[in-house]
């Protein structure tokens, strides 16, 4: 008797084994396949290893006009079985713009939108050895976007997974979404409900009987509720489930200051045998918003300030194939930063954001990239409408969203009002908007509609103010206008819509870190008046109750294949460089929005080598959220400051070579420092072989990152010093090559004009930089006209005499078709009046020169 029960109590461990087996086999199963892929373009002959992510465009970090077209990606997938009764599929989490599937030769599916996953049954073509291929395409018209201020990087550039499901299993060819669809549709603070939505699809040739269990777990990780519900299923058939939970009292409240989910488990069972046949996992927030023209936005019932960033998802130099921990790392940069918003600009992007979103705490805006104009091109608006509806069924289960966005800046490059052209296109962009207003409300009522506008009214007298939410790109002070400006334009819009809810979604200036002044104007791309700009707007957004917050443009510096500028293929607006490290102005930003730690930055981590007179102040700015600041230099102080907008600059003698800045406050009676070194070097002195660099028509430092030389900001002359006499200074957004050093052929003086620089008697080396800008390069509308009137026009010609001897001759640097081309050329002069002069005549249209470089022989 003995003997026998051992061989039962092993064979019952044995069925114990082998059902779990069986039931761990019966359920859902995926894995990426990201690894051995192969990868070219159509007129390639070889194959490429390549893993995913993968993009195609690297080609958009040197040339402007990047690869856009077709890419072929194949790879070997070789599975153990294949079991007749599980389902297989492939979900691409992004493959932009176009892409289609073939396995074993055979079309599977296709999908049109680069920025939303998709999902593609191949279960009748799978076998234990395939090849699976996928041809994208970014290069196509009826996709959006098809023109925007960013790359539209090509290539399958986020997950491949391979899913394996049961016979019976949660709808998988819902738009690449999950399946089951979580709300709150009762919250306050005292008592919340969770609603469970779904559908189960039976793929077998019989009727089945389920069970859908779902169970919600307390941020804390207690069982809190469970329900079961019966769903009857024919052959084939695919069924809609519902669920909507008992009252949870006194829920925890979800925000970015308490981040506090619930968990929803939801399981497909065999009633017969409890066993799991297939089940997904949720999180959920229980929290309520409102937006209010006239009290802004509110939380949980408390008015509440959004503060954010929006956020590119690109980074060199891999592009946009970057890994999830990477997307992670940009969510607690911001949310460290103090943000608790973003606008997720301007697609849907990775999973990983979101959920990070909703684990850290930060509220969002995501939007489809309709931007610029709506073109008049057949089955575009159905495009538009699919990646919508998209969008807000794969994110739907996020707290963390609130706002979904259709539109962005969408009458920038519309034909003028009085052209003919005029009429049909306002028709349909304002129909699209109508149509895509409506999806978004059907899908998803919870939450806010939103739409970016650029600045002009007409937006809201055409009919275009139909969202819930208005979002203000305003750039007065950058591209046009003044500061102040910006301040009139929210007044006057509250003003004449006083109950139209507004957040600022853009605001930004560019900074270039070669560059830096003390007298800071826009599009001069000094890292200064960066900071003078977000100094001005952020004190009056933080003010105005009726403005529900703002997202500054952009957390990074971001490719923009097309761009000019100081930085060609980038826009550099951002608060962190594209490696994401901080620009000295995001402290600035940290010192605002964070009162729960303390805040203290030497703002000079951008501006560690200054050049200048000895004995001459130096401005040292402080950024903190302290109510005093003590600077050190040296050990010795500089004084104490009280901060005003979060600041206090100092002005300070730097002695010659490093020194060490430190600076102190009191946080909750605690001391709080920060320190860092800067190097100060003399003016050049020609008598003692240094090189004397003018950035002529600048008022900036520029710092070659290649050769460390500073170039000094150009200045009237002075007797014994050196300078201009007459001419007009002028710059340029337009792409200088062959050069490194852009920032130096963008300004110049032009005119008929002597440069004049007092030096000891002898032969010198004098180099003169220029670049002919009359025929200007072609550029994004984002610049808003600024390069038409920075040019000039007809073609140019001079001569050019150094001390007194004509070293050219009816010259122009564009010879040869050489336009926009940075020119550089020495002379050896000889110096025998203590004063180099270089002076330009005019042969035809007005002479010019960006730069001048000196040393004594």
Known sequence: MLQLGIKHEKWMLLMTALWVAVSLSAQREMKTINDGWEFRKPADT?????????????????????????????????????????????????????????????????????????????????????????????????????????????????????????????RMDNMGSDGVFVSTPE??????????????????????????????????????????????????ETREFGYVSDVIANPDLWSPETPSLY??????????????????????????????????????????KLRGVNRHQDQAPVGVALDDEAHRR????????????????????????????????????????IINIVPDTPGYADNCELNLREMIRQHYNHPSIIAWGYMNEILLTVPPVDSPEWQPCKERTVALAQRLEAALKEEDSSRVSVMAFNMTNLYNEIGLDLE??????????????????????????????????MIISEWGAGSDRRLHTTEGRAFDFSMEYQQTYVEHYLPFIEEKEWISGCTYWNFIDFNVAARQESMPRVNNKG???????????????????????????????????????????????LYSNLPEVELFVNGESAGK??????????????????????????????????VMTIDFRPLPDLSEGDELAINVGSNCFFTSALSNLTWLPDRPYVPGSWGYVSGEARSTTSEIVNTVDVPLYQTRREGEFTYKIDA????????????????????????????????????????????????????????GGRYRTAFKRRYIVCNEEGCITIALEAVKGKPFISGIKVRKL
């Not at 009987?209 to 169970?215: D, I, K, W």
Request: proline share 5%; charged share 25%; aromatic share 10%.
């Open 641 to 674: 400051q009280a901060t005003d907008n979060c600041h206090a600059v100092f002005n300070v003698v730097l002695p010659v070579g490093t020194s060490v800045l430190t600076a102190q406050g009191v946080y909750g009676n605690k001391p709080v420092e920060d």
């Open 330 to 369: 940009d969510i607690r940069l911001i949310k460290e930063l103090g943000c608790n918003f973003i606008r997720i600009s301007h697609y849907p992007q990775d999973d990983a954001i979101v959920e990070m979103c909703d684990e850290l705490g930060l509220l969002a805006w995501e939007e489809i990239p």
């Open 187 to 236: 919250v306050n603070g005292q008592r919340g409900k969770i609603q469970v939505k779904g559908e189960v699809t039976n793929d077998a040739e019989t009727a089945v009987t389920l069970e859908v269990q779902n169970q919600i777990y307390s941020p804390q990780g207690d069982l809190l509720q469970t329900r079961k519900q019966k769903v009857k299923l024919k052959a084939g």
């Open 46 to 170: 070889e194959w490429t290893s390549v893993n995913i992510p993968h993009t195609f465009n690297l080609d958009a970090y040197r040339q402007p006009n990047y690869y856009q077209g077709k890419g072929l990606y194949r790879r070997v997938l070789t599975l153990p079985k294949v079991d007749p009764h599980r389902r297989y599929y492939l979900k691409i989490d992004a493959a932009s713009k176009a892409a289609e599937v073939t396995v074993n030769g055979k079309s599977a599916g296709s999908h049109a939108g680069g920025y939303t996953a998709f999902v593609v049954d191949v279960t009748d073509y799978i076998q234990k050895e395939n090849i699976i291929e996928i041809t994208v395409d970014n290069g196509r018209k009826d996709i959006t976007p098809i023109s925007a201020d960013f790359t539209f990087w090509g290539g399958i550039y986020r997950d491949v997974w391979l899913v394996s499901t049961p016979e019976q299993h949660f």
């Open 575 to 621: 608060l962190f460089y594209n490696d994401r490290t901080p620009k000295d102005v995001a402290y600035y930003f940290k010192s605002m929005w964070r009162k729960d730690i303390p805040v203290l930055r030497i703002a000079s981590r951008d501006w560690k080598v200054r050049v200048g007179k000895e004995g001459v102040t130096q401005q040292i700015k």
């Open 263 to 304: 968990k929803v488990k939801t399981q497909l069972l065999n009633p017969k045998t409890n066993e799991v046949i297939d089940e997904k996992t949720n999180k959920v927030g229980f929290r309520w918003f409102a937006f209010d023209g006239n009290k802004g936005f509110s939380l949980n019932g408390k008015p509440y």
């Open 760 to 815: 000891p008697d002898g032969n010198y080396e004098v180099e003169l930089l220029m670049a002919d800008v009359t025929r200007p390069a072609a550029q994004l509308a984002n610049l808003l006209g600024k390069n038409k009137s920075e040019e000039t026009a007809g073609e140019t010609r001079f001569n050019i005499v150094i001390c007194g001897r004509q070293v050219e001759t009816n010259f122009s640097p564009a010879d």
């Open 468 to 501: 819930d939410v208005v979002g203000w790109n305003l750039y007065q002070g950058w591209y046009v206008d003044k500061l102040e400006d910006f301040n009139k334009w929210c007044e006057d819009q509250h003003r004449r819509y006083p109950h139209h809810p």
